[in-house]
């Protein structure tokens, strides 16, 4: 089975920019999560889409916005770009059963570097 | 608001040495918890998992967990420490029924060979 996949995974933008990063959850699982990784805030929850519905969402300002297609692939949106954005924007995938939500497993990420 | 405390934040042992990170997390309800670690250069991957049921779990790599519902700890331990276990350490939880994890800050972990 093939693991989660994101895409690009190095990206270089300027402030005011805006930024589109994308995710392949492993088959089957209809569960996408985000995560921003930071050397001084460590990794923090964005968002979780279920079926094409967002379901969670961090503490992150409206410039971080995503979606979730039918087939289960997400997208990350952040407009407007400041400098503290630069991160590993990571995306982790899970299914869902009847007790709940199982683990997630996680992509490789994407570095984006704000200028 | 829900938050995971990791002990250490930098923890260097020699080869064959025996490891114990602490973590606790706050939170009154039903949790699932996990311990993940990040190889370097290498992606978040799962140690193991505590869902319900024997408290104490077993992960990959000869590593084991005991989660102790009283003190709201989840304390990871293997008993001899490899150079190749350099990595980053995480651990995590998951309340109720939501896809939210909340991490603790991590825990640098160097096995000097």
């Known amino acids: 089975k093939a693991g989660v996949t994101q895409t690009p995974r190095y990206l270089i933008k300027t402030r005011g920019q805006q930024v589109t990063l994308s995710c392949s959850p492993i088959?089957?699982?209809?569960?996408v999560s985000w995560y921003q990784q930071t050397p001084g805030q460590g990794l923090q929850f964005l968002f979780e889409y279920f079926s094409e519905t967002q379901r969670n969402k961090g503490n992150f300002p409206g410039r971080f916005s995503g979606r979730q297609f039918s087939n289960s692939r997400s997208e990350m949106n952040v407009s407007t770009l400041e400098l503290g954005d630069s991160a590993l924007y990571l995306c982790?995938?899970?299914?869902?059963?009847?007790?709940?939500?199982?683990?997630?497993?996680f992509g490789p990420g994407t570095r984006l570097t704000v200028l | 608001a829900q938050s995971v405390s990791q002990h250490n934040h930098h923890v260097i042992l020699s080869e064959a040495a025996s490891l114990e990170l602490g973590c606790n997390y706050s939170?009154?309800?039903?949790?699932?918890l996990f311990w993940y670690v990040q190889y370097p250069g290498q992606h978040l991957q799962l140690l193991l998992k505590?869902?319900?049921?024997?408290?104490l779990v077993k992960g990959i790599k000869g590593f084991e967990a005991e989660f102790i519902k009283s003190k709201f700890s989840f304390n990871l331990r293997k008993p001899s420490v490899q150079w190749s276990d350099t990595a980053e350490y995480f651990c995590a939880v998951c309340s109720g029924n939501t896809g939210k994890l909340i991490f603790g800050q991590g825990t640098t972990l160097q096995v000097k060979p």
């Open positions: 088959s089957g699982h209809r569960s």
């Open positions: 505590y869902f319900s049921g024997d408290p």
């Open positions: 939170y009154g309800g039903t949790v699932n």
């Open positions: 982790a995938s899970s299914s869902r059963g009847g007790a709940g939500y199982n683990e997630q497993f």
